[in-house]
């Protein structure tokens, strides 16, 4: 049976949630790539949202422009890269200050909900994997697995030094320990959709683990969600 966009409830979700660089991104995406899923960066839609407002002067607590913004944003996601408004923008939204902003803008409930429709037209046969905060408390609250990979700070901002410096940028390992404890603190306690584990979530802490490790992991609740011992 063609299952349409009006009911894909049977189409399976699996939600990867979790705080800045607790490596979700590279978790999620190949799980995505193990099950031949679709992949939803939700993460890239803040940082759209915010690279667009930047480019047309919007205020970071302006929510009624930012999500008139967020309903019309003009994106495309193709082979490991995004346009906006036909724009390559795969790089600048990866920008330190666009992620900061992106985060400042996160908090305004009408922005969230200006991107729940685009998010939830990524839920396409024969499954999702949704990367972010909030794809297991709030996009996606039926997902059939929803994981929740954290890290200590430490092992989080080591990562994001080592990715920053292979991609030929100067990082400081101390601002980016203070960057990523405000970032975090706010997307925690902010009152739209706060970071935090969704009800039955998997919780996954990588900091000793390897990519490989995490991703097999996720792979193997996956299957044990799928048939459940004894169904
Ligand atoms: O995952 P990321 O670093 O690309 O996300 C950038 C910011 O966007 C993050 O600090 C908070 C916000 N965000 C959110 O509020 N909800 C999501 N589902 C994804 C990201």
Do not use: C
Not at 93 to 110: M, P, Q, T, Y
């Amino acid at each position: 049976m063609d299952v349409s966009e009006r009911d894909n409830s049977a189409i399976p979700v699996i939600t990867v949630d979790g705080p800045t660089a607790s490596g979700k991104g590279t978790v999620a995406h190949r799980v995505a790539d193990a099950l031949e899923f679709h992949y939803l960066d939700s993460g890239a839609l803040y940082r759209l949202t915010a690279l667009a407002s930047a480019r047309h002067g919007i205020a970071p607590d302006d929510a009624d422009a930012l999500s008139v913004l967020a309903e019309t944003l003009d994106v495309r996601f193709g082979e490991q890269r995004v346009w906006l408004s036909g724009e390559d923008v795969t790089d600048a939204i990866r920008a330190e200050a666009i992620g900061n902003r992106a985060s400042a803008i996160a908090v305004h409930g009408a922005v969230r909900r200006a991107l729940l429709a685009l998010q939830h037209s990524f839920r396409k046969a024969p499954g999702l994997v949704a990367d972010g905060r909030d794809m297991g408390t709030v996009v996606f609250p039926d997902a059939v697995l929803k994981v929740f990979l954290t890290a200590s700070v430490q092992a989080r901002a080591q990562r994001r030094y080592k990715q920053l410096i292979e991609k030929g940028f100067s990082a400081n390992i101390d601002s980016l320990l203070l960057d990523l404890q405000e970032r975090d603190a706010r997307d925690r306690t902010r009152a739209e959709a706060p970071l935090r584990p969704a009800e039955g979530a998997r919780v996954l802490d990588t900091s000793g683990m390897t990519a490989d490790q995490a991703v097999a992991q996720v792979l193997e609740w996956f299957s044990q969600a799928q048939y459940p011992q004894g169904a």
